[in-house]
């Protein structure tokens, strides 16, 4: 392997670090379920709420964990206008399933008459001026205006990549993909 080779490989294995992170109930989850995703708090956006063993053992005695990639996750205290063609899609596909939620949503920002007279250039008006929102409020605005089934379904069809949000100081990650796997802890598995 040439030098320049493995100094990429070497940063590739920096970016792709994965971390182990746990949530803690007493109700046996076994999977990420977005139907819950709304239940208690939701400080740092829509998720499955995961942190250290300590916070998660704090919670409740059903403990699981999760490997992930700490590149994966979006500050929840960023600003959704870092990527308004995001939100723009998230919206605009928001309003594809539900016009009249949108109708109800969009008149709080933008001067509509009537549900058949959104535009795409409407929502991309409504991007704009979500653009300043946190991404956490962002998630929690739309998830309340459209159910938060539907919010998880568009997000994740147009955020493929994502795995939820994060806050450094509080140590919490939102997990919103229901596709990471959760693996039930054992205290054996402490080091």
């Known amino acids: 392997m040439k030098f320049k080779e493995y100094l990429k490989q070497d940063l590739k294995d920096l970016n792709e670090s994965t971390l182990t992170i746990y949530h803690g109930d007493n109700h046996e989850t076994k999977k990420i379920d977005p139907k819950l995703m709304m239940n208690g708090n939701v400080q740092e956006g829509i998720g499955i709420y995961f942190g250290n063993l300590v916070v998660a053992k704090s919670y409740g005695k059903d403990i699981v964990q999760a490997e992930v990639n700490q590149k994966d996750f979006k500050p929840s205290r960023g600003t959704v206008k870092r990527n308004l063609k995001l939100a723009y899609n998230i919206l605009r596909d ?76 509080t140590g919490f990650y939102a997990i919103i993909n229901p596709k990471v796997p959760l693996v039930p802890f054992k205290e054996q598995d402490e080091i």
């Open 94 to 169: 928001l309003w594809h399933i539900d016009p009249e939620s949108m109708y109800y949503l969009i008149t709080d920002w933008v001067e509509i008459v009537e549900i058949e007279d959104i535009t795409h250039d409407d929502i991309r008006l409504l991007a704009q001026k979500m653009g300043s929102d946190e991404v956490r409020n962002f998630q929690i605005t739309l998830a309340e205006a459209f159910g938060v089934e539907n919010f998880v379904k568009i997000w994740n069809k147009v955020y493929p990549k994502n795995t939820g949000t994060y806050d450094k100081d």
